[in-house]
């Protein structure tokens, strides 16, 4: 059975273009269209992965992550961020929040597929 990827993002041709590539890397996409959502697709959904952008309505990328990081369930999942925000200190927000990788969009599906196999494969080898 694949793995599931939840796929975070408030733009819905985003949403669909990052789970057509995540199904063609092998895993399972799960859609949420902001931090809130994802939250609640996390207390269904065994998630392997979290891939979220930055900007969104209700709760954003930086507020989801440090939710995730902070609850003792949800803080073992690995979080790639994907956002339009290139500048330092965005990216600095990122890594304080707790994002294992931040990505700039335009994102190609070859280098999608090798950042989460990478963090998934690092994640299974931790005791």
Known sequence: ????????????????????MV??????????????????????????????DM?????DGIELTRQVRSDGRYSHIPVIMITTEAGEEDQRYGKEAGVDIYLTKPISAEKLATCIKRLITSKEARP
């Open 1 to 20: 059975m694949a793995m599931n990827v939840l796929v975070v993002d408030d733009c819905s041709t985003t949403r669909k273009l990052l789970s057509y």
């Open 23 to 52: 199904k063609g890397a092998g895993f399972n996409p799960i859609t949420a269209s902001n931090g809130l959502e994802a939250l609640e697709k996390l207390a269904i959904y065994d998630v392997s992965l979290i891939l979220t």
């Open 55 to 59: 900007n969104m309505p209700g709760m």
